[in-house]
């Protein structure tokens, strides 16, 4: 067992922006985020990996303080769309994830490429640094 560390900041309003226990799915996210009003549609998908610091891993735990985490994912969120003409949707897992599995879906959408990559890669960041979200526990292991 790994002791906590930061994996993301707390959250606000918005469009979408979740944590959810359940198995991420980025076809669906995309199926209901993607639309004819936009030329760019950019994702971002985390998955948990493998190994960490070089030992084998089977899963990863997140924990989160959902109101705060949801208030600040939102704020980030908000950011992104005063820095460009965008919009976003967000879902992190919480609980216990699976190597190989998805943990983040960032997706940002916006008439052009370069705005729609910018966004989600800031908001990405943004997520990283300040979201009220933990990893909590490895499962060690092959």
Wanted: glycine share 8%; with cysteine; aromatic share 8%.
């Amino acid at each position: 067992m790994a002791t906590k560390s930061r994996s993301c900041r707390p959250s606000a309003a918005g469009e979408a922006a979740s944590l959810s226990a359940k198995p991420l799915n980025l076809g669906v996210v995309m199926r209901r985020f993607k639309s004819p009003r936009h030329g760019a549609v950019v994702a971002f998908l985390g998955v948990v990996r493998d190994s960490e610091r070089g030992s084998p891993i089977r899963s990863i735990a997140y924990e989160a303080y959902q109101s705060m985490a949801e208030r600040e994912l939102g704020r980030i969120k908000s950011e992104a769309r005063t820095r460009w003409p965008v919009e976003i949707t967000v879902s992190h897992r919480t609980g216990k994830v699976a190597a190989g599995e998805p943990s983040l879906i960032v997706a940002a959408r916006g008439s052009h490429r370069r705005e729609a990559f910018e966004a989600c890669q800031f908001v990405v960041e943004q997520i990283k640094a300040r979201a009220a979200i933990w990893k909590v526990e490895y499962e060690w292991g092959a």
